[in-house]
């Protein structure tokens, strides 16, 4: 009777170790697939948000012959409506992508795990050195501009101050 008692003890406890291990496995998110044209920089674990907040990220990008797919990974509490847009867009200046989700305003039909959707890349040519020279310039204009108005405002406080002293 001990022995059966001991494994029925033993078998009661694998059973619940499996069920444990299988509960912290069970994915928090949910899988979908977008094609894009091209996907400007876009790298595995690149965010994935919608107003400024995180909902997931890239999982991986992968080229085809036709096009670009990327296999994102959606937090499970996140529900986006059919019709959303899914907007690769640039972070920074010359840095990596993102993709930012656009919400449609219907709610009523929402996508489905691994379904495929066709995204928008917002800026084709997310480098333009004309662009980028440009606001180094009147970056750099400023700055001068500044400078000059600040010497003239030294120049004139030492010509009043030599007035004094006449």
Avoid: C
Avoid at 14 to 41: A, S, T
Avoid at 99 to 118: G, L, Q, R, S, T
Avoid at 140 to 145: D, S
């Amino acid at each position: 009777m001990d022995k059966l008692r001991s494994w029925l003890v033993a078998f009661m406890a694998v059973v619940m170790l499996i069920g444990f291990v299988w509960r912290i496995n069970v994915p928090d998110y949910y899988k979908l697939e977008l094609h894009y044209q091209q996907v400007n920089f876009l790298t595995n674990n690149a965010l994935i948000q919608t107003r400024g907040v995180a909902i997931g990220r890239v999982e991986s990008v992968q080229l085809t012959d036709s096009l670009v797919k990327v296999t994102v990974d959606i937090n499970q509490d996140v529900n986006i409506p059919r019709g959303s847009q899914f907007i690769i867009k640039p972070k920074g200046l010359v840095g990596k992508s993102m993709i930012e989700v656009k919400f449609a305003k219907d709610k009523k039909d929402y996508y489905k795990p691994e379904e495929a959707i066709v995204g928008i890349t917002e800026n084709a040519h997310q480098f333009n050195p004309a662009q980028l020279e440009k606001y180094l310039f009147k970056g750099f204009k400023g700055i001068i501009g500044r400078d000059d108005s600040l010497l003239k405002q030294m120049k004139l406080m030492n010509q009043r101050l030599e007035q004094l002293k006449k």
